[in-house]
């Protein structure tokens, strides 16, 4: 050695602003940086691509087309916000269903995929099954809406433990063991009833529940929701002077 010093170069850290992890759930999203897929889920460079389509039973709202896609800037932001496509609800496979919904009346035997907002409801029999107790439909890919009595013990005043509870959707058997394709199974999370429901004793009234799931069902056309008239207005469309329809004796 010559009795001189020498250090290793000294490691050259480039610390960049990097943008938010992108995550949706109506929104299917890719992530391109120089050429190569990258994860969207986690911090992301700036330079970096994002594509953004609906996810199946979605829709595109009214934005302008430049808008499905996104830039990460130097800055470590988007050069836009991401958009929420619409849910697409409502929409019956078979012909035979949607001739039902306009008019049902002697009733005949429904065929799979007829009415796949439709769920069912289950509760705990025994340690390893669950029987069928009731149904109600799915809004989303989470709650679904049904009857409170479903859910009350009347003999203790009072609404029962939702870890008793289990949904299934895409069925078109009752037995809850039963082999079927297309079938989704989910645990509730926590039952909502209303304050003044008190089953018998109050004659039924306000006889609604919201049933959170805690898995998310993936949507096909087997499992989709049912429409909710959220303006309320369904009434003062239908009720109007010159509308024709038909009450049952």
């Known amino acids: 050695m010559d009795g001189k010093i020498y250090g290793l170069p000294r490691p050259m850290f ?10 949706s759930t109506s929104v299917d999203i890719s992530c391109n940086y ?33 808008n499905l896609s996104m830039e ?9 916000a991401m958009f929420h ?13 949607r001739s039902l919904i306009l008019g049902v009346g002697n009733g005949i035997k429904s065929t799979m995929g ?10 705990k029999d025994g340690a390893k099954t669950y029987k069928n107790i009731c149904g109600g439909s799915l809004i989303s890919n989470n709650l679904v809406v ?14 029962n433990n939702a870890s008793d509870y289990a949904v299934a959707a ?17 645990m509730v999370e926590y039952i909502k009833l209303r304050s003044d429901y008190f089953g018998t004793r109050g004659n039924l009234a306000e006889d609604i529940a919201l049933v959170k799931l805690q898995t998310s069902l993936d949507f096909n056309m087997y499992v989709s929701p049912i429409c909710v008239d959220w303006q309320n207005i369904y009434d003062e469309e239908q009720l109007r002077e010159g509308k024709s329809g038909k009450v049952d004796k």
Request: aromatic share 12%.
């Open 114 to 123: 007829s009415f796949p907002w439709h769920v069912g409801i289950y509760v």
């Open 170 to 186: 895409g069925k078109y058997y009752r037995s809850w063991d039963a082999q079927e394709e297309y079938s989704q199974k989910s």
């Open 85 to 97: 496509c619409e849910l697409v609800c409502g929409i019956s496979s078979t012909a035979q269903a």
């Open 14 to 23: 480039i610390f960049a602003e990097i943008c938010p992890p992108l995550n």
């Open 72 to 80: 990460c800037l130097d800055s470590g932001v988007w050069d836009h």
């Open 146 to 159: 049904s009857a409170a009595h479903c859910f009350y013990d009347e003999a203790e005043n009072k609404p």
């Open 34 to 66: 120089r050429g190569e897929e990258v994860s969207c889920s986690e911090p992301i460079l700036p330079g970096t691509q994002a594509t953004l389509t609906c996810k199946p039973f979605y829709r595109l709202p009214l934005i302008s087309l430049d």
